[in-house]
């Protein structure tokens, strides 16, 4: 076999073995931002920024909206919205867990299905 040949499929072979081992590390629960009015931010990313609609988003990333602007979040049948001049941390988003920590301003959450109900908590500053 052609030196580069070798190096072609062993390059294909090692990016074969990590996405597959990355899809099993992933939870099977992810939310998505379903709206963004004004601005709002993603935090929790290697380089945090602008929302951007339909984002994933899982556990460990803040959404900060701007006074002014508000945003949702879609976990399945859950929404969740978040107004103006607030910041939101999904502290853990899996299979079995739904956690949320409100460090400021004001947040709805719309639970659908009482199986999300059993696990889904929301942690404010008072």
Same mark, same amino acid.
């Given at each position: 076999?052609?030196? /580069?040949?070798?190096?072609?499929?062993?390059?294909? *072979?090692?990016?074969?073995? &990590?996405?597959?081992?990355?899809?099993?590390?992933?939870?099977?629960?992810?939310?998505?931002? &379903?709206?963004?009015?004004?601005?709002?931010?993603?935090?929790?990313?290697?380089?945090?920024?602008?929302?951007?609609?339909? *984002?994933?988003?899982?556990?460990?990333?803040?959404?900060?909206?701007?006074?002014?602007?508000?945003?949702?979040?879609?976990?399945?049948?859950?929404?969740?919205?978040?107004?103006?001049? &607030?910041?939101?941390?999904?502290?853990?988003?899996?299979?079995? /867990?739904?956690?949320?920590?409100?460090?400021?301003?004001?947040?709805?959450?719309?639970?659908?299905?009482?199986?999300?109900?059993?696990? *889904?908590?929301?942690?404010?500053?008072?």
């Amino acid at each position: 076999m052609k030196p /580069h040949v070798r190096t072609a499929l062993a390059a294909a *072979f090692l990016i074969a073995f &990590s996405l597959g081992a990355a899809a099993q590390d992933a939870p099977g629960q992810a939310g998505r931002i &379903s709206l963004i009015e004004g601005r709002v931010d993603l935090g929790g990313l290697a380089e945090p920024g602008p929302a951007m609609l339909n *984002f994933p988003v899982t556990s460990g990333m803040e959404l900060t909206t701007q006074r002014g602007a508000r945003t949702e979040l879609r976990v399945g049948s859950t929404a969740v919205r978040l107004d103006g001049d &607030s910041s939101l941390e999904v502290t853990q988003l899996d299979d079995d /867990h739904f956690r949320l920590r409100l460090y400021y301003g004001s947040v709805s959450v719309r639970v659908r299905d009482r199986a999300v109900a059993a696990d *889904f908590s929301l942690e404010t500053p008072q």
